[in-house]
T-cell receptor, first 111, second 117 residues
Framework: SQQGEEDPQALSIQEGENATMNCSYK?????LQWYRQNSGRGLVHLIL?????REKHSGRLRVTLDTSKKSSSLLITASRAADTASYFC???????????FGKGTMLLVSP | DTEVTQTPKHLVMGMTNKKSLKCEQH?????MYWYKQKAKKPPELMFV???????INESVPSRFSPECPNSSLLNLHLHALQPEDSALYLC????????????????FGPGTRLLVL
């Protein structure tokens, strides 16, 4: 069963705008990770936030985690056409060493 | 070297063929994974190897047979596949955490796009 559920399913913005994607999950977690996948290729790890962290930054990425609401958001600031990709959140249940991926958000950034 | 390589990039096979997918990493990771991904869907876990031992099999049909010959290599042997097995097959690797079973960052290969006719 899916652990992470992203919304929106698809997002279309112009270059320079910010993009926000959300992820909700159901069970307790150790950490939550975000990955990017360019069309038909492998996934690239973007950022990991631990369950005792509330916010984390990496370059133009900002991730928040609200464990009371079982939700996370990924913000990409000043988007570029090269950010066009699918974005997945991934979670693992406490005590398990594997990840379960959410359904993903397809982001299209137009020049 | 933070790269996971997969061969072949593309594979077309008939339902009676036998083929193998290969995955290699030289990051010293002792956990390796096979995922199956259909179009516009998230990756679905198939198998996990930890220290070259199969630790998780997510109820995958026996026509998929994984093998981990050493700590750097992971194979997926395919036999008598069905058209619905057509998908992108992704290999990933990560460090292993035994003490608390927390999830580690996974490093993915580019995938093998498989078409079964």
């Amino acid at each position: 069963s899916q652990q992470g559920e992203e919304d929106p399913q698809a997002l279309s913005i112009q270059e320079g705008e910010n993009a926000t994607m959300n992820c909700s999950y159901k069970t307790s977690i150790n950490n939550l990770q975000w990955y990017r996948q360019n069309s038909g290729r492998g996934l690239v790890h973007l950022i990991l936030i631990r369950s005792n962290e509330r916010e984390k930054h990496s370059g133009r990425l900002r991730v928040t985690l609200d464990t009371s609401k079982k939700s996370s958001s990924l913000l990409i600031t000043a988007s570029r056409a090269a950010d066009t990709a699918s974005y997945f959140c991934a979670t693992g249940r406490s005590g398990y060493s594997t990840l379960t991926f959410g359904k993903g958000t397809m982001l299209l950034v137009s020049p | 070297d933070t790269e996971v390589t997969q061969t072949p990039k593309h594979l077309v096979m008939g339902m009676t063929n036998k083929k193998s997918l290969k995955c290699e990493q030289h990051m010293g990771h002792r956990a390796m994974y096979w995922y199956k991904q259909k179009a516009k869907k998230p990756p679905e876990l198939m198998f996990v190897y930890s220290y070259e031992k199969l630790s998780i099999n997510e109820s995958v049909p026996s026509r998929f047979s994984p093998e981990c010959p050493n700590s750097s290599l992971l194979n997926l042997h395919l036999h008598a596949l069905q058209p619905e097995d057509s998908a992108l097959y992704l290999c990933a690797s990560s460090q292993v955490r035994i003490s608390d079973a927390k999830q580690e960052t996974q490093y993915f290969g580019p995938g093998t796009r498989l078409l079964v006719l």
